[in-house]
Nanobody, 122 residues
Framework: QVQLVESGGGLVQAGGSLRLSCAVSERIFGSYWMGWFRQAPGKEREFVATINWSGALPYYGDSVKGRFRISRDNAKNTVYLQMNSLKSEDTAVYYC???????????????WGQGTQVTVSS
């Protein structure tokens, strides 16, 4: 059974930082691209970032480029999302996901975590 478990969400003031973590089953972690998506109430699920199996190739959505950083620790089977300069529009449920290759659409991801809430107060 493949599991993805997010943690690190919470309430933060605008301009602040948070780091999300996603612990992933060892069975898939070393060979899958790992991504982060987010979904705000009434909106579609939005691509945030993705990174290849080695960690050498990160890609970002336009709305977070320059503020967020995705990374992974293959020894710990964990992927991270460092979020800086947070804005109220970053408020959403953040999901960790795994895909066999590069992708920016949620439909390209095979496995999903349960999500973690991030709320940015202005």
């Amino acid at each position: 059974q493949v599991q993805l478990v997010e943690s690190g969400g919470g309430l933060v003031q605008a301009g602040g930082s948070l780091r999300l973590s996603c612990a992933v089953s060892e069975r898939i972690f070393g060979s899958y691209w790992m991504g982060w998506f987010r979904q705000a109430p009434g909106k579609e699920r939005e691509f945030v970032a993705t990174i290849n199996w080695s960690g050498a190739l990160p890609y970002y959505g336009d709305s977070v480029k320059g503020r967020f950083r995705i990374s992974r620790d293959n020894a710990k089977n964990t992927v991270y999302l460092q979020m800086n300069s947070l804005k109220s529009e970053d408020t959403a449920v953040y999901y960790c996901a795994a895909a066999r290759g590069y992708g920016r659409s949620w439909s390209e991801y095979e496995y999903w975590g349960q999500g973690t809430q991030v709320t940015v107060s202005s």
